[in-house]
């Protein structure tokens, strides 16, 4: 019966070990080096402090803004995300400024969006340098 037991705990023991998770710390990846490690980790770090910080403005934007100016922010991120990130920067800084008081309405929002829009444009020019084409006319 001794056997027995002994039989079955080291077969046991031998099949949690060959199907057991590997310990955190003795995990690396091959071909990677001894540093892939530390680089996956601290790539995660650097997701998570970004997942934190999108929390936070999320959660600013919806303390400033009325509901149907979060509507429209949400708008323009979906169709210019660059000009709705540049919206949302200048509301920020705004509200921690102290320009806003109590909640930022849809007309207020329109007002911000303007002035972005307006500091975004760039003006296209196009020149003609006429020599050069004087000279091609002349050649024919």
């Known amino acids: 019966f001794v056997d027995r037991q002994c039989h079955f705990e080291c077969y046991h023991a031998t099949l949690h070990d060959m199907f057991a998770d590997p310990p955190a710390d003795s995990f690396t990846m091959e071909g990677m080096g ?12 650097a997701r998570q402090n970004a997942e934190k910080q999108e929390t936070q403005k999320n959660s600013m934007l919806s303390q400033i803004l009325d509901q149907e100016a979060i509507v429209r922010l949400n708008n323009l991120a979906a169709a210019k995300p660059e000009k709705a990130k540049m919206a949302e920067a200048t509301i920020i800084n705004m ?4 320009q806003i008081a109590g909640k930022l309405s849809d007309d207020g929002l329109k ?4 002035r972005v829009s307006e500091q975004s444009q ?18 024919d």
Request: charged share 30%.
């Open 34 to 45: 001894p540093g892939a490690g530390n680089a996956a980790a601290k790539q995660e770090q």
């Open 95 to 98: 509200a921690r400024r102290g």
């Open 111 to 114: 007002q911000i969006l303007n």
């Open 122 to 139: 760039s003006k296209t020019t196009v020149h003609f340098d006429r020599r050069r084409n004087a000279l091609d006319s002349d050649s």
